[in-house]
T-cell receptor
Framework: GAGVSQSPSNKVTEKGKDVELRCDPI?????LYWYRQSLGQGLEFLIY????????KSGLPSDRFSAERTGGSVSTLTIQRTQQEDSAVYLC???????????FGPGTRLTVL | GQSLEQPSEVTAVEGAIVQINCTYQ??????LSWYQQHDGGAPTFLSY????GLEETGRFSSFLSRSDSYGYLLLQELQMKDSASYFC?????????????FGAGTRLFVKA
């Protein structure tokens, strides 16, 4: 079906507010990944889901970050008490054949004022 | 830990051939992936090498030498639209193999 979608495309928030970022993977893809990319930088791995399970949460930058996936489909990345250093593009990807071939969504650009 | 090194920038002329190198250090190895990202866009998958040798996909080819922990992406008949960042990536075997580590990216500038 359609590619990976993410919403919102842009989010501007004030420091200290909570934000939720949504990812809708390609239908049938069992694996889902979240990355963070600061301007001009590479991709920083945050977390992955195999089905609804996230076996390794060590990539999350702090305990203000959490993620969940329900029904083996949509995933939400939540950042609590946002800080200015959280400003970045948050990318979601999904895969069906393993992590060597990932399909990325357009990203959510988060700006924390 | 796992790490990848690639040049930060490469400049080439339209119509030419350019090679983007990637060296990696991993405690285990599944294969090397390549992604392209245009400014403001999402990364898109280009190629994957699990075994030594050259994989060709149109104007793009990717090479892997596991004994040298080295790979490269070869772009032929360069076009202006190839101006983008190119990332190599490997899987981290210490966390079940699904965590992916990306290089810092090589920014390719194609000149007329």
């Amino acid at each position: 079906g359609a590619g990976v979608s993410q919403s919102p495309s842009n989010k501007v928030t004030e420091k200290g507010k909570d934000v939720e970022l949504r990812c809708d993977p390609i239908s049938g893809h069992t694996a889902l990944y979240w990355y963070r990319q600061s301007l001009g930088q590479g991709l920083e791995f945050l977390i992955y889901f195999q089905g609804n399970s996230a076996p390794d949460k060590s990539g999350l930058p702090s305990d203000r970050f959490s993620a969940e996936r329900t029904g083996g489909s949509v995933s939400t990345l939540t950042i609590q008490r946002t800080q200015q250093e959280d400003s970045a593009v948050y990318l979601c990807a999904s895969s069906s054949l393993g992590p060597d071939t990932q399909y990325f969504g357009p990203g959510t650009r988060l700006t924390v004022l | 830990g796992q790490s990848l090194e690639q040049p930060s920038e490469v400049t080439a002329v339209e119509g030419a051939i350019v090679q983007i190198n990637c060296t990696y250090q991993t405690s285990g190895f599944y294969g090397l992936s390549w992604y392209q990202q245009h400014d403001g866009g999402a990364p898109t998958f280009l190629s994957y090498n699990a075994l030594d040798g050259l994989e060709e996909t149109g104007r793009f080819s990717s090479f892997l030498s596991r004994s040298d922990s080295y790979g490269y992406l070869l772009l032929q008949e360069l076009q202006m639209k190839d101006s983008a960042s190119y990332f190599c990536a490997v899987r981290d075997p210490n966390t079940g193999g699904f965590k992916t580590i990306f290089g810092a990216g090589t920014r390719l500038f194609v000149k007329a």
